[in-house]
């Protein structure tokens, strides 16, 4: 196996555990639409569903197309970053890392979808009245990584400097 999927696979199993253990406990502990604060004008753990992508995107009620729109993207995504970790340098460890961390959210997110059709989001951080749309650990992961990839390109596209 190769170095890079030996780091990756790893990593991304440990956010399907991470995220689907939280979102086990949000759905076992919490009441559908409820909301419990955490720190008072900035963080509450709420129990939402989505239908959509991160951030509330595209949730709408015709889940139907929106289940198998979602499910082809993250087969698709899948297959991407396998081919991109089987193309990775084992040195560049940011950008096995950030492909690792999406893989890990993705598949956090398909298996709610797969269940039920609907992603659990539980992260609600706001300020006075503004809210930015609830999201989960698989989320986090996703974005994590998103930026670890732009960040491994960016020292990729960089020209090494020569003294």
Not at 21 to 38: P, S
Not at 61 to 78: C, E, M, R, S
Not at 128 to 150: C, E, R, T
């Amino acid at each position: 196996m190769r170095s890079s999927f030996k780091i990756a696979i790893p990593l991304a199993v440990l956010v399907v555990v991470l995220d689907q253990a939280a979102k086990l406990w949000i759905v076992g502990n919490m009441t559908l639409y409820t909301t419990r604060q955490v720190i008072p004008g900035f963080f509450n753990i709420v129990y939402v569903l989505n239908r959509g992508a991160a951030f509330g995107f595209l949730n709408r009620n015709d889940i139907q197309w929106q289940t198998y729109f979602f499910f082809a993207a993250t087969a698709l995504a899948v297959l991407i970053i396998f081919h991109l970790l089987r193309m990775a340098s084992p040195d560049n460890k940011l950008l096995i890392l950030g492909l690792g961390s999406i893989l890990g959210g993705a598949v956090g997110n398909l298996i709610d979808r797969i269940k039920t059709g609907e992603v659990v989001d539980f992260l609600d951080f706001y300020y006075k009245s503004y809210h930015w749309p609830a999201f989960n650990v698989a989320d986090i992961a996703i974005f994590l990584g998103s930026l670890a990839l732009l960040a491994a390109f960016y020292r990729m596209r960089r020209p090494s400097s020569r003294k």
